[in-house]
């Protein structure tokens, strides 16, 4: 039943923002575009069908001279005696890219290929908003296709692709709620709509629409689309997913052979996979319907609904996610995505993958609630002394301060005994994996300007609580005091270039870099300071 769904409906839809694609990559949406005339006689097509077997995956068309080509279910099923087919690749397995070009009937043309990019809408010389959609390693001389907007609606937008648009229900309507549902009342409506189908023993026709509506409006970029267009039949339409799949058009080429006109979307099947990721509650960002995951190391995206997680949140909790410790485990079917930005100047297309909401679990850890009850006591206590904190910072930015003397300073300016000294120069984005890790091994800790300076058994090591750095490890030295003294006195970058030798000097051993894989830092580390993979040291301070 998914592959039903996913096939003949394509109810998987990706973010996209009407305002997000680059003008200045794409060209102005006003500028026409530069069209060939038309012309009813497409390159030579070297295979005319003379007999059709249709098998369980693929169409095998013949022609009276033995030979064969493969096409697959959706472009073999407009496959008819007499027509002319050019496929690229063998002829046994089913062809990514096929051209079935119609001799004997008036009925336009069928393309087949896999997509790349599809651009932003624009003008085409008839004056019609169109969007051009890359073809990904073309063979059959086509490079692009041109697909009118209008097209992309009645397709992707239509909630039944039998009726003109101004006959269309919407998709609200399918999931029996109002156009201002919340996004947590979309997916009750769509979870209780969807176990009634079933139950009246509904067609996968029915089931795949409602699934196609829900992803639509459970996207709040999408939705404002699909809002947008429902009012104004005319306005320009993206292309979901911004291409990215394998594309079923009927149409026609153009003169020069490098453009397909589509006159009608057949069928789309997106890029796509199934992927299981742990995700930190720290990495979400918190809006009041709905927060998102991005995260970029994996590169995926995914919105969460208050179904999804059962928790109350608002859009304060960006200020202290960083303070939750609790993972989730999201496991999700994710589409292949992508869109222009502007990188140094120049502009590159960054892609990603996007998960669908319809087919999005979470796995929440036990405890969730007091780890969300911890989090904002934290968060309150931080805030309530932001003074206080504010002069720790003054302070440690210029003098290296011991662990035991920082609490004696939190005490005087009246701060609780089991404030978190750690906090103080804590950065949003940093993983207290790596903290833990180093704190668990100290002896002692010295916090100075933004790093912890760790007293370790056989070596000494800094570290900066914030993404994208690397942990200094430095040899074990006689006095430990004149030591975070002498460092202080220079930068990391003074480390690395090794100026007037005062890398030497410290005994800078070398840097480990907080890599993708925890573990493969853990393993360099260990090998840094001299600590088997066995071992760990039987000092283990919890207390930051």
């Keep these: 039943m998914l592959l039903n769904v996913a096939l003949h409906f394509r109810c998987a839809f990706a973010q996209f923002s009407p305002s997000g694609y680059p003008q200045a990559a794409m060209e102005s949406a006003l500028e026409p575009i530069t069209e060939a005339e038309p012309s009813g006689a497409p390159a030579e097509l070297p295979l005319v069908i003379g007999e059709i077997a249709r098998e369980q995956s693929q169409v095998v068309c013949r022609s009276s001279d033995g030979r064969q080509a493969t096409l697959s279910t959706f472009a073999g099923r407009h496959a008819r005696i007499g027509d002319e087919v050019l496929v690229a690749g063998t002829a046994d397995a089913a062809a990514a890219e096929a051209y079935i070009r119609k001799t004997k009937s008036r009925r336009a043309d069928v393309y087949e290929a896999a997509v790349s990019y599809a651009a932003l809408p624009r003008l085409d010389q008839r004056g019609e908003v169109c969007v051009s959609i890359e073809v990904k390693n073309p063979q059959l001389a086509i490079k692009n296709i041109h697909v009118p907007c209008s097209v992309i609606r009645d397709y992707f937008f239509a909630a039944n692709q039998g009726l003109g648009w101004k006959c269309q229900p919407s998709f609200y309507h399918l999931l029996q709620l109002s156009k201002n549902s919340k996004l947590k009342d979309l997916r009750l409506g769509y979870t209780l709509r969807r176990m009634e189908l079933i139950k009246e023993k509904a067609s996968n026709v029915e089931v795949a629409t409602l699934e196609r509506a829900y992803n639509m409006l459970a996207d709040p970029d999408l939705r404002a689309v699909y809002d947008e267009v429902r009012s104004d039949p005319d306005a320009p339409v993206p292309f979901p997913y911004s291409g990215f799949g394998s594309l079923v058009l009927q149409g026609e080429r153009y003169r020069d052979s490098e453009t397909f006109y589509a006159a009608r979307i057949l069928a789309f099947l997106p890029d796509r996979q199934r992927r299981t990721i742990p995700v930190r509650l720290s ?26 997680l059962p928790i109350r949140w608002e859009p304060g909790w960006s200020q202290w996610r960083h303070h939750i410790s609790a993972t989730v485990e999201v496991s999700a079917e994710f589409i292949h995505t992508g869109r222009y930005r502007l990188r140094k100047g120049q502009w590159k297309l960054i892609e990603w993958d996007t998960a669908l909401p319809s087919r999005t679990e979470l796995e929440l850890p036990e405890g969730l609630e007091d780890a969300i009850i911890e989090a904002r006591r934290t968060h309150t206590r931080f805030g309530r002394f932001w003074r206080q904190v504010d002069n720790l910072r003054k302070h440690v930015e210029q003098i290296p301060t011991e662990r035991k003397e920082l609490r004696n300073l939190c005490s005087g300016l009246g701060m609780p005994g089991d404030f978190d000294i750690a906090q103080v120069t804590w950065r949003p984005d940093y993983d207290p994996y790596y903290y833990d890790e180093l704190n668990k091994r100290a002896r002692n800790m010295f916090v100075f300007r933004d790093e912890y300076i760790f007293d370790l058994e056989r070596a000494i090591v800094a570290e900066i609580p914030k993404a994208g750095h690397a942990t200094y490890v430095f040899a074990k ?14 930068t990391r970058q003074e480390i690395r270039l090794n100026r007037n030798n005062v890398a030497e000097a410290l005994g800078f051993q070398g840097r480990v870099m907080h890599g993708k894989q925890k573990s493969e830092w853990l393993r360099d580390f260990q090998a840094k300071v001299g600590e088997s993979s066995s071992s760990l040291m039987s000092n283990t301070q919890s207390n930051r």
Excluded: C, M
């Excluded at 430990?480 to 202080?488: E, R």
């Design 477 to 490: 030295p006689r006095d430990l005091g004149d030591w975070v003294w002498d460092y202080a006195k220079t």
């Design 283 to 308: 990495k979400l960002d918190y809006f009041d319907d709905y927060a998102i995951i991005r995260d970029r190391r994996r590169g995926v995206e995914v919105i969460i609904d208050h179904q999804l």
